[in-house]
């Protein structure tokens, strides 16, 4: 059984900082197609950043309300990724998700795989 760990939310004030991770546990061969979702107070879960393999690049791709403030980034030997999160405003305010669109386990290919959600809040 795959699981995916997030921490990192929390409360912060507008223009500071926050950086979330997202941990695949398990016996995992490799990992493809990650990325952060968020979704707001009564809005739709939208995509936040996808980070592509090393092996297609490692290409990276942002909504365009976070280009220039978030980084999305891997560490493929700890199956984590992580969002930095900066010049944070009221309106990233969300939950935010990590997805794993692939993960090659000792038990088989999963896909689309998702965490538990962690809250972020930015308030004054």
């Known amino acids: 059984q795959v699981q995916l760990v997030e921490s990192g939310g929390g409360l912060v004030q507008p223009g500071g900082s926050l950086r979330l991770s997202c941990t695949a546990s398990?016996?995992?061969?490799?990992?493809?197609?990650l990325g952060w979702y968020r979704q707001g107070p009564g809005k739709q879960r939208e995509l936040v950043a996808t980070?592509?393999?090393?092996?297609?690049?490692?290409?990276?791709n942002y909504a365009d309300s976070v280009k220039g403030r978030f980084t999305v980034s891997r560490d493929n030997a700890k199956n984590t990724v992580y969002l930095q999160m900066n010049s944070l405003k009221p309106e990233d305010t969300a939950v935010y998700f990590c997805?794993?669109?692939?993960?090659?386990?000792?038990?088989?290919?999963?896909?689309?795989?998702w965490g538990q959600g962690t809250q972020v809040i930015v308030s004054s």
């Open positions: 980070i592509a393999t090393i092996t297609r690049g490692g290409s990276t």
């Open positions: 398990g016996r995992i061969f490799s990992i493809d197609g």
């Open positions: 997805n794993y669109q692939t993960i090659v386990t000792d038990r088989g290919t999963f896909y689309d795989y």
